[in-house]
Structures are given as structure tokens and as C-alpha cells.
């Protein structure tokens, strides 16, 4: 079976609800950021991307904000439906390769 | 068009065995990345490829190597396999340098080291 591993933090919504997961990057050096959402047996599905001049951009029912002063990121999505459970990471690119964050496993209650 | 594809999708291989995995980028993209994927480590960058040429590289061994072909079709290898090498290996490719480009991800290869 799996080893015991990260203890990924875990946000539990009602349907319907709006959901906020957030994100500490580490570089300051990283202008492109993008968010994926893994569901179990999958590999990551990009969501929406932002770049370092820019600190909103918004998709369908979900949007990204990007503080870089305090180097945060997060995603925001609109009336969270049960499809959007899984885990959501956030990736950041200084210079072509990503750095992801840990991951957190967004659970829909129906 | 077609996604990215990785096959094998699941390999089971013992200690001290070497694996090869392949990728097929979507068409028409350049640059193929290699992931791996552990519950201990979370996602981590193997190397990234562009035009033949690897043009980054994370912190793996030398065990961990790979390669690109002019129709850009990516493999990696690991040799003398360890129990620690047990993940899911993921292929991302990008349109153009991925410095600028979304990476998008295949489905990965699942594997076990016994």
C-alpha cells in the first residue's frame, strides 16, 4: 500500500458554496504561476495560469490572485460543484521548471 | 488533438533492476518535463527537455537520466532501481519554452519497485 506521506490540508465545502485555497510561493524571482487540480489516478489539469504583472485574473468560476509582496497566491472557485473535489496545487516557475506546493485536497459535501 | 500519453501506465520491477518510460507530447510541442510524484515528496522536477537538448535539471541522482528525439517523443530511464524509486512519473509538455508556456501533464506511469 501507500507510505504514509504529506498530511495534505484538507478544505471541506458545502455545494454551492465558494471555495478559497491558498498558497505560499518561496521564490521571488518566479513571474509565472499556475494552478492544477489532480484527481486520484490522474495526473495534474491545469486551471489557470497568471503572470507576475498582473494580480487577478479571472476564468470560468474560477479566479487567481497574486500577492507578490507578501509572495501568496490563491484560487478562488465560484459555486463549488462536487466535480471539484480533488487535490488543487499551486506551481510556480522561475525559469522554466515548477515548483509545486504541497497540494490541498478540496472536499464537496453534495 | 491528443494529449499528452505515457506508457506504460503501470510497471512493477525489483531492486536493481533499470526502467524505461516513455512520453508523447502533445503535437506541435517542443518541450517535454519530467515529474516525479510521491506521497512523502510531493511533485518534484526531474529535467525538462527542448529541441533535443536537456536544458534543466532537478536534484536527482545520476540514476535518473533521459532523452529527446527529433519528433520530440522524450524517455527517461533509472537505473539500479530502489525501493525509494516507487512513484508516479508524470510528462508534461509545453507548446513553446515552458518559461512561457503552460505545461500540460499526461496521465503518468505508476511505478512499483519491489
Known amino acids: 500500500g501507500e507510505s504514509v506521506g504529506l498530511h495534505l490540508p484538507t478544505l471541506s465545502v458545502q455545494e454551492g458554496d465558494n471555495s478559497i485555497i491558498n498558497c505560499a510561493y518561496s521564490?521571488?524571482?518566479?513571474?509565472?504561476f499556475i494552478w492544477y487540480k489532480q484527481e486520484s489516478g490522474k495526473g495534474p489539469q491545469f486551471i489557470i495560469d497568471?503572470?507576475?504583472?498582473?494580480d487577478k485574473r479571472q476564468g470560468q468560476r474560477v479566479t487567481v490572485l497574486l500577492n507578490k509582496t507578501v509572495k501568496h497566491l490563491s484560487l478562488q472557485i465560484a459555486a463549488t460543484q462536487p466535480g471539484d473535489s480533488a487535490v488543487y496545487f499551486c506551481?510556480?516557475?522561475?525559469?522554466?521548471?515548477?515548483?509545486f506546493g504541497q497540494g490541498t485536497e478540496l472536499s464537496v459535501k453534495p | 488533438k491528443a494529449g499528452v500519453t505515457q506508457t506504460p501506465r503501470y510497471l512493477i520491477k525489483t531492486r536493481g533492476q533499470q526502467v524505461t518510460l516513455s512520453c508523447s507530447p502533445i503535437?506541435?510541442?517542443?518541450?517535454v518535463s519530467w515529474y516525479q510524484q510521491t506521497p512523502g515528496q510531493g511533485l518534484q522536477f526531474l529535467f525538462e527537455?527542448?529541441?533535443?537538448?536537456?536544458?534543466n535539471k532537478g536534484n536527482f541522482p545520476g540514476r535518473f537520466s533521459g532523452r529527446q528525439f527529433s519528433n520530440s517523443r522524450s524517455e527517461m530511464n533509472v537505473s539500479t532501481l530502489e525501493l525509494g524509486d516507487s512513484a508516479l512519473y508524470l510528462c508534461?509538455?509545453?507548446?513553446?519554452?515552458?518559461?512561457?508556456?503552460?505545461?500540460?501533464f499526461g496521465p503518468g506511469t505508476r511505478l512499483t519497485v519491489l
Open positions: 503535437s506541435g510541442h517542443r518541450s
Open positions: 497568471i503572470r507576475s504583472n498582473m
Open positions: 527537455y527542448f529541441s533535443e537538448t536537456q536544458r
Open positions: 508534461a509538455s509545453s507548446p513553446t519554452d515552458p518559461r512561457t508556456g503552460t505545461q500540460y
Open positions: 521564490n521571488s524571482a518566479s513571474d509565472y
Open positions: 506551481a510556480e516557475s522561475p525559469g522554466g521548471k515548477l515548483i
